[in-house]
């Protein structure tokens, strides 16, 4: 049973249209990150966020905006995809506080940009 | 160079054969390995951390090798359940939390 649980679990948009993906742990964690996965390819690094503020922007479009409120939530707001952005984006978190941590996955957004 | 690189199979293996895959990582200063498990169209999860001394759980194998810079995995008697991703992750040290993850190795397990 996963302690991070993601919405919506599947997205359909326009180029046009403006969503947000949403990231909740329950596991009291301080670091949050955000990572896509187009098929076949590896996990790309997009965000990380340590006690709410970003300490990594991997060269992610500005298309792309994350927002962390608190050390339990993230979004990942989103606005004029393209058709390749289509991709599973899955949320991580982990304590945050020293090396080697078990990093716990959300189930992830299918997302579909047609 | 990659960072971290594995190569990414497929490995198609009997049930109840062993099967073994590696892992190379560039930065010699790295501190933290783990293997972790990913399903088809599911989350990644960790499947075991590796240690330097070498670790195991049930069937499965870890092993580090900071000489020559990489961690294997080790299955054995591979059950039909073990077809998965398996992903080589590397912590990079210097007090970064933030993980490298390899591409990952698909392995088929078959009848």
């Known amino acids: 049973e996963t302690g991070v649980t993601q919405t919506p679990r599947h997205l359909v948009m326009g180029m046009t249209n403006k969503k947000s993906l949403k990231c909740e742990q329950h596991?009291?964690?301080?670091?949050m990150y955000w990572y896509k996965q187009s098929a076949k390819k590896p996990l790309e690094l997009m965000f990380v966020y340590s006690l709410e503020e970003r300490v990594e922007n991997n060269s992610v479009p500005s298309r792309f905006s994350p927002e962390c409120p608190n050390s339990s939530h993230l979004f990942l707001h989103l606005h004029t995809l393209q058709p390749e952005d289509s991709a599973l984006y899955l949320c991580?978190?982990?304590?945050?506080?020293?090396?080697?941590?078990?990093?716990?996955f959300g189930p992830g957004t299918r997302l579909l940009v047609l | 160079r990659k960072e971290v690189e594995q190569d990414p199979g497929p490995f198609n293996v009997p049930e109840g054969a062993t099967v073994a895959f590696n892992c190379t990582y560039s930065n010699s200063a790295s501190q933290s390995f783990f293997w972790y498990r990913q399903d088809c169209r599911k989350e990644p999860k960790l499947l075991m951390s590796?240690?330097?001394s070498g670790n195991e759980d049930g069937r499965f194998t870890a092993q580090l090798n900071r000489a020559s810079q990489y961690i294997s995995l080790l299955i054995r008697d591979s059950k039909l359940s073990d077809s998965a991703t398996y992903l080589c992750v590397v912590n990079m040290g210097g007090g970064s939390y933030i993980p490298t993850f390899g591409r990952g190795t698909s392995l088929i397990v078959h009848p």
């Open positions: 991580a978190s982990s304590r945050g506080d020293g090396e080697g941590e078990t990093q716990y």
């Open positions: 590796v240690y330097s």
């Open positions: 596991l009291g964690h301080n670091a």
